[in-house]
Nanobody, 117 residues
Framework: QVQLVESGGGLVQPGGSLRLSCAVSRSIHSISNLGWYRQAPGKQREFVARITPGGRIEYVDSVKGRFTISRDSAKNTLYLEMNSLKPDDTAVYYC???????????WGQGTQVTVSS
């Protein structure tokens, strides 16, 4: 079993920044895709960013140039640096771990990000 615990959400003004963290209970980054998803009120959960075991990174178009995903393998922690935040970025952000070549997938409990003046 793998546990994911997010932190770092909060209320920020438009144009501001936040850094989300996701602590992973086991050191399995070498066989796992790690990613961030978000769900806004009344909307479906959507993909935000992903990093593969080999370090390949993907972003949804709406956050390219503003968000940066990274991982610290020694700390078993995934990060999402979010800059130039917009009200449309308001959502609950979820950490996701997917074991490569398997159906095993784990989610964190989510952390609320609210962008408002």
């Amino acid at each position: 079993q793998v546990q994911l615990v997010e932190s770092g959400g909060g209320l920020v003004q438009p144009g501001g920044s936040l850094r989300l963290s996701c602590a992973v209970s086991r050191s399995i980054h070498s066989i796992s895709n790690l990613g961030w998803y978000r769900q806004a009120p009344g909307k479906q959960r959507e993909f935000v960013a992903r990093i593969t075991p080999g370090g390949r990174i993907e972003y949804v178009d709406s956050v390219k140039g503003r968000f940066t995903i990274s991982r610290d393998s020694a700390k078993n922690t995934l990060y999402l640096e979010m800059n130039s935040l917009k009200p449309d970025d308001t959502a609950v952000y979820y950490c996701n771990l997917n074991i490569v070549d398997s159906t095993l997938m784990y989610w964190g409990q989510g952390t609320q990000v609210t962008v408002s003046s």
